[in-house]
């Protein structure tokens, strides 16, 4: 089993439409976790970090589920603007390299108008 | 508010020459990564530093050497510039290993 593994999509929503996607991890000392948007050709950039009691900014929401080890992503009201990839960072147990930070290699998402 | 700065954007070279990807950050951070992002995929991690005098190997070490030169700065360094090197580096800083990566804007970089 991968490390961190996401569906690559791509996910074609309508705009205004609610998306979800999942990323599941596969090392249980995992303590940090975030995501990352990255626009073609660009650098990553930080979306938010996600709280063992879920959070949210905005339209976005992200929760994290321990005990079945994954973090969500949802978007609601979906923009063209959101139109990305984005990717999910699991990072912070001991013993692995860069203390076990892993990228997912990303979820592509299309907003249609 | 500068964050991560790499240099140079974008480089072209010949197989065999010889060059060295400049990154430093302005945020007092300890640790510092470098990654590659072939077209259509992830990020891989060549090397990193979690702090001041310190680098390790990532995923993809082999070609590449590093430097920490000081808190602010990572070099990393292609000694033999092969085609299979062409990609888009980015370089990444963290204060800890709990806080999110602060990436620069990357240096694309082709080898003929």
């Known amino acids: 089993r991968k490390e961190v593994e996401q569906d690559p999509g791509p996910f074609n929503v309508p705009e205004g439409a609610t998306v979800a996607f999942n990323c599941t991890y596969s090392n249980s000392a995992s303590q940090s976790f975030f995501w990352y948007r990255q626009d073609c050709r660009k650098e990553p950039k930080l979306l938010m970090s996600v709280y063992s009691s879920g959070n949210e900014d905005g339209r976005f929401t992200a929760q994290l589920n321990r005990a079945s080890q994954y973090i969500s992503l949802l978007i609601r009201d979906s923009k063209l603007s959101d139109s990305a990839t984005y990717l999910c960072?699991?990072?912070?147990?001991?013993?692995?390299?860069?203390?076990?930070?892993?990228f997912g290699k990303g979820t592509h998402l299309i907003i249609q108008p | 508010n500068a964050g991560v700065t790499q240099t140079p954007k974008f480089q072209v070279l010949k197989t065999g020459q010889s060059m060295t990807l400049q990154c430093a950050q302005d945020m007092n951070h300890n640790s510092m990564y470098w990654y590659r992002q072939d077209p259509g995929m992830g990020l891989r991690l060549i090397y990193y530093?979690?702090?001041?005098?310190?680098?390790d190997k990532g995923e993809v070490p082999n070609g590449y050497n590093v430097s920490r030169l000081n808190k602010r700065e990572f070099s990393l360094r292609l000694e033999s510039a092969a085609p299979s090197q062409t990609s888009v580096y980015f370089c990444?800083?963290?204060?800890?290993?709990?806080?999110?990566?602060?990436f620069g804007d990357g240096t694309r970089l082709s080898i003929l």
């Open positions: 990444a800083s963290t204060a800890s290993k709990s806080q999110p990566q602060h």
């Open positions: 960072v699991v990072t912070g147990y001991s013993g692995g390299g860069a203390d076990g930070l892993t």
């Open positions: 530093s979690a702090s001041e005098g310190t680098t």
